[in-house]
């Protein structure tokens, strides 16, 4: 498998988030952290988020927040990570995404194209389905990354508390019976449990509960309360773009929040300051 491999790279896709982290095989520092990689305008993690500017004379696809915040992109597409499936429109923006991220990796230098090895999160739910996994890894490789193993999003989890259990405080051998690691995302909930005292395969099961469910539900609230309700649904229906990017606000309004809950304990105070504004009507 690791024939002519100098370095690892996890491509973290997720439904909210992107991400790129590798490390190499032959550094001689054995406790070395995985690199995080910059994937586009000098940041090292994106929203998950790509556009078509069919007219731009040399970037016609866009990824990350730019791809909802250009006024100029014709159409936009978040929060498309989905169980692999025949759709030809779900494969054409999952194989555009990852492909855009991959050769503008090679071409800055970043990965050496045929000396690395993908590994590639998903939910712990299509890992038991063999033909969900196939097809996933397909989406990869017809993207151009030949070596590509796809791994449970919590397995992945699990690993990384394994490795860092000094920093966790965390002895594994104090650990008695089953072992739950819970990695809660933006479109799922992945467990991966271990029988400590038993030489077992960890089970890995998931479900499709998460966190982009509460943008989605502040939207809804928003738009429900919106003084300009009817004008703004003709305007999403019109043009789903500007639906991607209130939702995107939602969301940031919504990281605001938890990033800090103790500054909006009292009556009035909002996590506030995001806006999208469309044909003159504020959101």
């Known amino acids: 498998m690791f024939e002519n491999i100098t370095e690892v790279i996890g491509f973290d896709l997720g439904h909210g988030e992107t991400a790129l982290a590798h490390i190499y095989l032959d550094d001689p520092d054995k406790t070395s952290e995985p690199e995080l990689l910059e994937i586009f305008g000098g940041q090292k993690n994106i929203i998950t988020a790509i556009g078509y500017y069919p007219d731009h004379p040399k970037q016609k696809i866009w990824i990350g927040e730019s791809a909802l915040t250009n006024q100029n992109i014709k159409e936009s597409y978040i929060t498309f990570k989905k169980k692999p499936s025949g759709d030809l429109k779900y494969l054409k923006i999952m194989g555009d995404y990852i492909k855009t991220i991959y050769e503008n990796q090679v071409e800055q230098g970043r990965i050496k194209e045929n000396e690395s090895f993908f590994y590639c999160w998903s939910p712990s739910e299509w890992t038991q389905d063999r033909a969900i996994v ?132 009292e009556p009035g105070q909002y996590a506030g300051g995001f806006v999208a504004k469309m044909q003159g009507i504020y959101f």
Do not use: W
């Open 134 to 265: 196939k097809a996933y890894e397909k989406l990869f490789s017809d993207a151009g990354i030949q070596r590509v193993k796809v791994v449970a999003e919590s397995r992945a989890a699990y690993i990384h508390a394994v490795e860092k259990k000094g920093m966790l405080n965390l002895n594994m051998a104090q650990l008695k019976g089953c072992v739950a690691v819970i990695d809660l995302g933006s479109s799922t909930a992945d467990i991966t449990l271990l029988d400590q005292n038993k030489n077992s395969i960890p089970i890995d099961i998931g479900r499709n509960l998460g966190a982009a469910l509460i943008d989605k539900a502040i939207f809804q609230r928003i738009l429900r309360n919106h003084p300009h309700k009817v004008e703004l649904e003709h305007i999403f229906s019109s043009d789903p773009s500007f639906q991607n990017r209130c939702e995107l606000v939602c969301r940031k309004v919504k990281e605001a929040y938890f990033s800090e809950p103790e500054n909006y304990q």
